[in-house]
């Protein structure tokens, strides 16, 4: 098996078919891509072409993976490969045997190039990644929910000095960063929070936002901020394409591992004209917010692809370009200079991703107590619709696992209710 890879710091990231923007970090510090230690010389081939928008990445390869099911390997899945690195002088003809078939078969022009333009890496070892596998020391301790309890209101703490001492939006924004997709049904998903901060202006985005998407970075195995303005809509490439010149899947921004977050500010969003490809960017960014699917762009046919991102908006006003599951108005009262220690950010990783993997259930009692409840609450409020209900059970099960618990109780049903009823007061 075959795969055209870009080559990124010391390990393999999934591109072309499989592909994945990676954010590498020890402690708060970026670690910069092997570009940098390795000055580009007329023996090491330039292949980005463009082709993928990894950031610090140098060039591509071809991992040969050999006697491995391709059902094991899926799109957009991040991985680490361990192998022989090799410049061949000429491609060594095919052995006749049953590879033959798949060498016939592939579809990248590039596989077909000597490895003197086209690196090969013989993979001798690779694995699947998780965001646990970006954590820098692996703690050798259960998930108690005592211990996971101290660290929650540690990151709460925080997030609450970071947005300027507003409870209410550092609550939400603790709900949104632990949201998942946990399941699918029909075209309903299951698990997700999209939040939307409203009441933010150049200026305090300036501020609260830079705090923020620092502190994003910092906490994310993949992040990204983008800077949603009329120039970017009518410019960005944010589908995915297949370019059947060179039988390559050019990535999009919008091309992402399972977990990644991105960040919009919507505040320099102006007055003006979309173009035809800002109005199908639109369109993609729409999609992905309430469906949480991607269109990928085959040329002769569109084929929607299903992810699971995290969606943070900071705007003016209520988003119309980004609908969100969640929106609050940002309240802060204070600025103030807030910086986490090494430790502190190692201590949120391992909260955020071991909370995150935690599965969820309930007692049918429980479920009926809710249900008893949603009933009555629609009766009260005719404007109450599913939409509504099925974001108050999120939070609710969301609630839960922030304090490690790995069942809804009726008390986690109380705060997020009360969250709730905050919230809506906040915005009336």
Known sequence: MEMMMPWMSQKMEMAGVLHAARNQKEDDVQI??????MPASENVPQMNGNDHHIPGSSFSCLVKIYDMPESQVKLNDVAEFIGVYTFDPELAAPNDNSDDIMFDLIEDVTA???????????CLVWRKLSSVDFLAKHPAVEPLPSLLKGIRQSLLSHLTLVLG?????A???LLHLLSRLRTRVDVVTVGRLSLNFTGFNRESVSIFGKQLN?????????SQAIPLSIEYLNTATLQPRKDNK?????????????????????????????????????VLLKNLMESQMVEYDFEYYKLEMATDVQLLTLSEGKSNILPSDLVVPFRASTVSAVNATSEELESWRWYLATVRSLPQSSEPEIYQTIQDEMVSAMRNDRSLGCTELSRWLTMAQITASSFGEKSLSLEHWQMAKELERLRKERMQ
């Open 171 to 173: 609550n939400c924004l």
């Open 32 to 37: 910069p891509s092997s570009s940098a230690e």
């Open 165 to 169: 001492k507003d409870d209410l939006a």
């Open 246 to 282: 060179s039988g390559r899947l050019v990535t999009g921004v919008l091309q992402l591992p399972q977990g990644a977050h991105l960040t919009f500010d919507e505040t320099l969003l102006q007055s003006g004209s979309l173009a035809s490809k800002g109005v199908e960017n639109t």
């Open 112 to 122: 077909q190039l000597p490895p003197s333009k086209v690196p090969r890496l013989h």
């Open 214 to 222: 620092t502190l994003i970075q910092g906490l994310m195995p993949y």
